[in-house]
């Protein structure tokens, strides 16, 4: 989660650490496309994938305007539990929410990831158990299932779902102008290692191809990926980042600042090859935009 200290350097030098040519969601296999078929019926709903996306934040016609004008997104309103939602789609594929947060301590906008577990009750459990807070009780949205809002034991805020139904698209079936993948920057790695195993079964591969100690978590397939915060920095806060698939961030961050956005990190060379970056909504709402795959230009 963006807040008041975090500078764009911050962001810069956490993605000079991942800078070794393009690799991240390396990952996954040689086409970045997610492995394995789930078997289980709670894996057909998902189990250990993230599913959905919303956005918090005081101002959503401002953010309906710079996502759709920026991304290509159309909405849909919508009313879910008696306030006003809007609904992203992109090439007609559900994308996520943008709601209005009413809280007066939300100063700055978030966006809110949410992820599919077996069992909500024990997750929740889990979460407490584990020193997390529950920010929003588990709800039943009908249709859907239940879903519950906390903050894990580093203080990153997290949805969490129990799914009725089939999940939205994976890491490897995601168009462009569509969320296809997380990042956890943690204060603890260790720590955060151990809780999102024990929370939803992941395994953890260390990536041989990265400079720096980045863990691909795991669950049918990459679903994750998960690195330290340098100490140094710290005005970073433990949080999770999501990625929008894009053609090219270059042509998007050059119309950010107009649309009342800021840029966080422009893409750079030396960092994935000029392939990622970082901004703002008007309201501080942080979100990567990566091309992908990435290819290395020619010399």
Request: proline share 6%; aromatic share 8%.
């Amino acid at each position: 989660m963006v807040n008041s200290k975090r500078t764009t350097g911050a962001w810069s030098a956490l993605l000079v650490c991942l800078a070794c040519a393009g690799v991240f969601i390396a990952a996954a296999d040689a086409t970045g496309h997610a492995a394995a078929t789930p078997s289980t019926a709670a894996a057909a709903r998902g189990a250990g994938r993230f599913i959905w996306q919303d956005l918090v934040t005081r101002d959503v016609a401002a953010c309906r305007k710079f996502y759709g004008e920026l991304l290509g997104w159309e909405f849909q309103e919508m009313t879910r539990r008696g306030r006003p939602y809007l609904v992203a789609r992109s090439q007609g594929r559900l994308v996520g929410g943008i709601i209005e947060g009413k809280d007066p301590s939300i100063t700055r906008a978030a966006w809110l990831s949410f992820l599919a577990v077996d069992d909500l009750a024990r997750a929740v459990a889990m979460v407490t158990a584990s020193g997390g807070k529950v920010l929003r009780e588990a709800v039943e949205i009908r249709g859907l299932g239940r879903f519950a809002v906390v903050t894990d034991p580093q203080g990153a805020a997290l949805g969490l779902a129990r799914l009725e139904v089939d999940p939205p698209a994976g890491v490897g079936d995601s168009g462009v102008g569509q969320f296809f993948w997380r990042e956890y920057f943690a204060r603890d790695a260790p720590g955060a290692l151990t809780f999102y195993r024990n929370l939803n079964g992941y395994e953890a591969r260390l990536s041989e191809r990265a400079q720096v100690e980045y863990h691909i978590l795991e669950r049918d397939g990459p679903q994750a990926g998960l690195l330290p915060i340098p100490k140094e920095f710290t005005g970073v806060t433990p949080n999770w980042l999501p990625y929008v698939r894009v053609a090219d961030p270059q042509p998007l961050v050059a119309r950010v600042e107009s649309l009342g956005g800021k840029v966080l990190l422009p893409p750079q060379p030396g960092i994935r090859d000029g392939s990622v970056a970082i901004i703002a909504d008007p309201t501080g709402g942080a979100v990567a935009l990566q091309k992908w795959p990435i290819v290395k230009e020619s010399s």
